[in-house]
């Protein structure tokens, strides 16, 4: 079982950076991959970035390729997304998941993780 904790949103004016975070329990964290969702107002959960169990592989969104970046840190399990150059249309709340996986290995399916945090909002005016 791994509990996921999201933190690190807020508003921040168009043009502005945020780092979420998402701390996870447990001891295996670095056999999981990992994976940042977004859900806005009056849309489905789409994803974000994605990032294998050791960090070598990432994957990210048409949307948010150049401004966004995944990392880990699996010697405090926790995973981290940069945002940069946000827009009005990045406002919504961010998910991170986790799900055990090979090494190398990274998934950009909501139905390919076992585990969901409870999401952090991220607002950006305009």
């Known amino acids: 079982q791994v509990q996921l904790v999201e933190s690190g949103g807020g508003l921040v004016q168009a043009g502005g950076s945020l780092r979420l975070s998402c701390a996870a329990s447990?001891?295996?964290?670095?056999?999981?991959?990992m994976g940042w969702f977004r859900q806005a107002p009056g849309k489905e959960r789409e994803f974000v970035a994605a990032i294998s169990s050791r960090g070598g592989v990432t994957n990210y969104a048409d949307s948010v390729k150049g401004r966004f970046t995944i990392s880990r840190d699996n010697a405090k399990n926790t995973v981290f997304l940069q945002m940069s150059n946000l827009t009005p249309e990045d406002t919504a709340v961010y998910y991170c998941?986790?799900?055990?996986?090979?090494?190398?290995?990274?998934?950009?399916?909501?139905?390919?993780?076992?585990?969901w945090g409870q999401g952090t909002q991220v607002t950006v005016s305009s």
């Open positions: 447990g001891r295996t964290f670095s056999s999981y991959a």
């Open positions: 998941a986790a799900r055990p996986a090979i090494s190398g290995t990274c998934y950009t399916t909501q139905t390919a993780y076992n585990y």
